[in-house]
């Protein structure tokens, strides 16, 4: 079964960087990376970053300048570069992508990594 496989999530003081990635795992044929989402503690999953139909990007306010998306289609590896990274995004980040699996109707799901959990301290 296809799997988007994350890393990258971990501790950092604010202030500090990190690169999220998302790995597109087994057999399919083709994939389609739609974006970022993250679920802070007893919140619900918000938009950080997604790419849109036309070719461009839509950021979240709150991460407007210090975040960054991008995807390497070769690779099948969507990242998130994060930077100056303050306590308010401590979250769990998904990652989302459409997917075509490798059976005979060709049918597109619907794909969540499984989280990566970000932590900022102060």
């Known amino acids: 079964q296809v799997q988007l496989v994350e890393s990258g999530g971990r501790l950092v003081q604010a202030g500090g960087a990190l690169r999220l990635s998302c790995v597109a795992s087994?057999?399919?044929?083709?994939?389609?990376?739609i974006g970022w989402y993250r679920r802070a503690p007893g919140e619900q999953r918000d938009l950080v970053a997604r790419?849109?139909?036309?070719?461009?990007?839509i950021y979240a306010d709150s991460v407007k300048g210090r975040f960054t998306i991008s995807r390497d289609n070769a690779q099948n590896t969507m990242y998130l570069q994060m930077n100056n990274l303050k306590p308010g995004d401590t979250a769990v980040y998904y990652c989302?992508?459409?997917?075509?699996?490798?059976?005979?109707?060709?049918?597109?799901?619907?794909?969540w990594g499984q989280g990566t959990q970000v932590t900022v301290s102060s």
């Open positions: 087994g057999t399919s044929i083709g994939i389609n990376f």
């Open positions: 989302n992508a459409h997917i075509q699996q490798d059976e005979p109707s060709g049918r597109w799901y619907d794909y």
């Open positions: 790419f849109t139909r036309d070719g461009g990007i």
